[in-house]
């Protein structure tokens, strides 16, 4: 093959390739294949912004009963779920050995109160001197306050209902040892009505929770249930540990919610009635994609209220435009795209 023919052929080979490279820059520029998406309109409806709580069903009024001491449960009451008046009797301890010890000084309080007496009859002879007769009276008032305090151990072993209401719930049996820790507690005794719910909101979110507003619930008992509650109070210190705060929030007379379940709420702190409404993964970096003719087009716009699912559009989108959702990071303007019929309205 002549020199000629070969230069020809790898000129003709040089065009070609900056043909397709061309050609490929161009489809690329163009958009290339067009990408499916998803899309979401841009509807009016009702906005709500809100902030997460979890917490449980607890009473109003209501307490704990535990044990002061260690000791052997001899005596439980048959008594969770009945009434109860302050002061009744729900629970003793093994007191034996108060008991034992209490018998004693008894015994040697008798014994010094007759020594009172008798040394009192000498001094009246003059047969002792005035000062036995005040140390010995002085040793029995010491003895007649260890015996008053030996009786109010043992009736600390007697374990009483701190107020009048419902035994809601009893733990232990007899026979078991009871104990000072946290999670020895032998009843709860309270009111069963009314109830709240003591919830924990992350602290970032509390400055925006207020007393009055109203609280959507989620119980897993009641999933077809509408649930509300209100904000009554916010404890004004936190917990840096775990980095939140406690709100209470009160549950209606009427509310199916039972003691100690553990529900989710979403504190309602603002409210919309007709927004522009788009879904909350629409919205990425601060714009959407607007689908025109095909292709997108990124679009800023400004956020108003911002719910768990659903963003309010304040400005940037027009009611009825069609949004690319989920918005995806590499998306940009001019790149074809194909809807996804399932998703078209």
């Known amino acids: 093959m002549s020199s000629p023919d070969l230069t020809a052929?790898?000129?003709?080979?040089?065009?070609?390739?900056?043909a397709l490279a061309a050609g490929a820059l161009l489809w690329r520029w163009?958009?290339?294949?067009?990408?499916?998406?998803?899309?979401?309109?841009a509807q009016r409806g009702s906005a709500a912004e809100i902030v997460y709580a979890t917490g449980a069903v607890e009473p109003l009024r209501w307490a704990k009963v535990v044990s002061l001491q260690r000791k052997r449960i001899v005596y439980l009451c048959e008594c969770e779920g009945k009434s109860v008046k302050a002061g009744d009797v729900l629970a003793r301890l093994d007191d034996s050995q108060e008991r034992a010890a209490l018998a004693e000084l008894e015994a040697r309080r008798a014994r010094?109160?007759?020594d009172v007496r008798r040394i009192e009859g000498l001094v009246a002879r003059a047969a002792a001197p005035q000062t036995q007769l005040d140390q010995t009276e002085t040793l029995?008032?010491?003895?007649?306050?260890?015996?008053?305090?030996?009786?109010?151990?043992?009736d600390d072993l007697v374990l009483r209902a701190p107020m009048g209401g419902i035994v809601l719930r009893r733990d232990g049996e007899v026979g078991e040892i009871a104990g000072t820790g946290a999670s020895d507690v032998l009843f709860w005794v309270g009111q069963p009505k009314p109830l709240r719910i003591v919830s924990d909101v992350n602290e970032e979110d509390v400055p925006r929770v207020k007393i009055g507003q109203k609280a959507l619930l989620r119980a897993e008992g009641y999933r077809t249930q509408t649930l509300a509650a209100q904000v009554s109070e916010i404890t004004p210190k936190g917990d840096p540990a775990t980095k939140t705060f406690r709100v209470y929030l009160d549950l209606p007379e009427d509310s199916p919610l039972m003691i100690?379940?553990?529900?989710?709420a979403n504190v309602v702190t603002r409210e919309k009635a007709d927004a522009l409404l788009l879904p909350a993964e629409a919205v990425l970096d601060g714009a959407v994609f607007v689908v025109e003719d095909g292709r997108l087009a990124r679009r800023p716009v400004r956020i108003g209220l911002r719910g768990v699912r659903m963003v309010e559009i304040e400005d940037g989108v027009q009611e009825g435009e069609r949004v690319a959702s989920?918005?995806?990071?590499?998306?940009?303007?001019?790149?074809?795209v194909r809807v996804d019929a399932a998703s078209a309205p």
């Open 9 to 18: 052929r790898r000129a003709l080979l040089l065009l070609l390739v900056i």
């Open 30 to 41: 163009t958009g290339g294949f067009a990408t499916e998406i998803k899309i979401a309109t």
């Open 112 to 114: 010094l109160a007759s």
């Open 140 to 154: 029995l008032r010491e003895f007649e306050a260890r015996l008053e305090a030996q009786k109010e151990r043992i």
């Open 260 to 264: 100690g379940m553990s529900v989710e």
């Open 326 to 336: 989920p918005a995806k990071t590499g998306w940009r303007t001019g790149m074809r």
